[in-house]
Structures are given as C-alpha cells and as structure tokens.
C-alpha cells in the first residue's frame, strides 16, 4: 500500500493501522501471542475501549474481559431497541498473524465512527463485541467469550488450569472480572435488548478468495467435525521370517486406511478429511507392526454429507480389516454440527457485496469462529475477507490489503445501515421481564 492509496480510503488505512498497533500488546516481544487474561488482554481491551468511545459508542468491559461497545438505537435509552451484535475475538494463537479475529473488531468500529459522524442513528442498538477469549489457547477450552454470551458456558471449566497452575476463575479475578457472573451474560435472556442478529467479519484464512480475485465472499457454514479414533490390530511377527502372504500387518492396513480417508473426501465435495495422528507398536524396525492407532478428522458445512462420510469410512475400514485378517476399531469421540449462516441474513450481505460493484461468491468456513455460538441466541452470518500470501493464516506472515479492508468495511456498513430488525415490536415485553430469572 502506497501512501496515495491509503489517503483516498475511508477505512482501510485506518484500520490496518490500529492492527499495527494491537498487534504491539503481546506476551512475547516479536511475535504476536495474545491470551485470555493476559496483561496484552487488558492493553489491547483497554485500546479498543478507547476507539470505540472515540467513534460514539457507550463501551466497557463485560464480567468476562469481553469488550462491549453500544451504538444505542434511534430511540436512545428504549429497553425495546433490538440489537444486532457484530464482532470476534482479541485473543491469538501463539505467533499469530494481526488480523485473525481483530479485523471484525476494528472494521465495525470503523463503521459506528462513520455513522456518528454523520449523526445516524440505526433502528436497532448496534452491539460491536470484543470477545476475550475464542482460540483457547491458555486454558484449553475455546471460544469463552462467546460461549458465556450464548449461555453455552459451563461453569465446571471455571476450575480449568493454565501451565502455571492459575485457575480459569483466577484468572478472570485477577483481571477484574467476576467468573461467577456468567448467567448474566447469557443474552438469550433479552436482557440489554433482544439480539436479532449476529454478524461476524473475518479474515478468510484460506485461499479461495485469492485464488479467484475477490475481496470478499458471503459465508454459507461453519463446518461440523466428526473425530474418531481408529485402532487396528494385527499380529506381530519376526520381520526375517514371517512370509508376505501370511502376515496380519496392522501398519500396512493402516496405510490403507488413510488413504481410504483421501480418497473418500476427495471424491465428495463439501468435505475434508484428515489423519493427522498415528502410534505403531511395538515400534521396532525388524517386527511385523501388531498395533496401530490413528485419528479421523472429517469436516463439512453440511452435517448429513458428515455423517454419511463417516459411516461409510467404518465401512470400508472394516472391509479392509477383514480382507488383511486384522480387526478394526473406529469410536467418534467429538462430534460438533455444522452452523448455517441465515439465508435471509446471506442474502442481504450478498445485496450489500453488490452494491459495491462486486460479484458474490458463497463459501463455507473451514475453521471454527465466536459466530458459531450464537444460533442459540439469533441467526448468524458471516463475511469473509481475501487473506493474502497463499491464504495463510495463524501465522506471523498473514496479510490483508487496505484496498480490502476497505471494500469488506464498506460492506459491512451497507449492512447495517439497510437492515431492518423484522422484529421490531414497540409494545411487546421485553423477555427479560416476562420470565425473571431467579
Ligand atoms: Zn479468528
């Protein structure tokens, strides 16, 4: 980026800017590692508080260390106002790159400061979260922040420990917070107003943007995951004397197995699998291998086309298996369906990707995301941005252009200012009042 470009954006610049200067709080001089509860935590929370005050918005910290900035509705102060929540998460995995989660942080923030400046109000309350902890990187649990917001938080991790023996309540403690709280956090009470919707901009991390030119794409799902653990057992055997013909080798169908795994995901589109993980015993370069444990990870945006892949995967891994005279083992031990994005909420992002000019391109999302929590609340959507360098993402080295931080922002800002919460009811009862909680 020049200076010229950067003088005519309106966001991009800016924004890229502020991401320089997050990515200054870290635990480690040099890189970028931000975690929950963190001294960095606190730097860059009490930074995003300091923007999002600067661009019109009521902002604090929440029980949690989620940073929450409010643009109140036209009607300042109505406990009626809906509200449409927008953000990610401040927290990054270890040497990460500086937009992961940031960008769908500032690039709302860059939103509200235009709104304010022209004196526009939305008629709806507009919400933008800075969620304290999603990639889990401390305490081993993900997505925290979101999690406690979409009353999916289970109070039994607040005895979850870091590497130094600091417990998650600790934690949260020592930070200022109230680790007991969380039922107030729980915004399916309609407590500060009904959420109608959630909105979450995001770094692609991924390539298929950059592989066809676009800036932006319109997310369709956040994939559901199947994880199993395989165990195949066979015989072990002198590796000199046992003929080829008559060995029951667990590594050999194994090998099979994982290929099987390939072969399966390449042939249906919409999933990805993966062996990422694989013991041999005994482990001795001259003994026939007896016992071999491997995990599947199987991926998709569509839960049926998930489950039927692995089903059938059991299938073949106990044809395979009988056909090599082993015995096989394949238990799930994680199972997580897929969140759809709204279509009605695509379709209106769709309409502001038009508006700038640009063709729309869908496409679900690999990685997990705050979004994902949040279909227990209201209906999700999610755009993604052009991650640069290959896509890569999680790394020191990913990148995203001002040019796009610009064109994604510009979306967003479509967004907000045509949407139009359908459940808008001026006389209704907030829920928080018609069922009290205890
Ligand atoms: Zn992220």
Redesign the pocket.
Known sequence: MSMDVGANLRFGADILAQAEVLAGFTEVPGEVTRTYCSRSHRQAGDYLIGLMREAGMVADYDAFGNVVGRYEAGVPGSPWAPVVMTG??QDSVKKAGKY??LFGILSPIACVRDLHRRGKRLPYTLEVVAFGD?EGVRFGVTLIGSKAMAGNFDPAWLELTDSDGVSLREAIRAFGGDPDAWPALDRRTGAHGEVVAFIES?IE?GATLLDEGLPVGVVTAIVGATRMKVRVTGLAGHAGTVPMGARQDALAAAAEMVLAVERHCTEHPGLVGTVGKMSVAPGAVNVIPEDVAFTVDVRSGDDALRLAAVAALRAEFSAIAARRRVTVAAEPFFELEAAPCDAGLQARLAASIEAQGLPVRYLPSG?G?DAMEFPAVCPIAMLFVRCGNGGISHHPSETMTAEDAEIATSVLLHFFEHFEPATVVPDRVPRVERNPSP
């Open positions: 990610s998460h992961d989660g999603e995001h991390q990685a995301h």
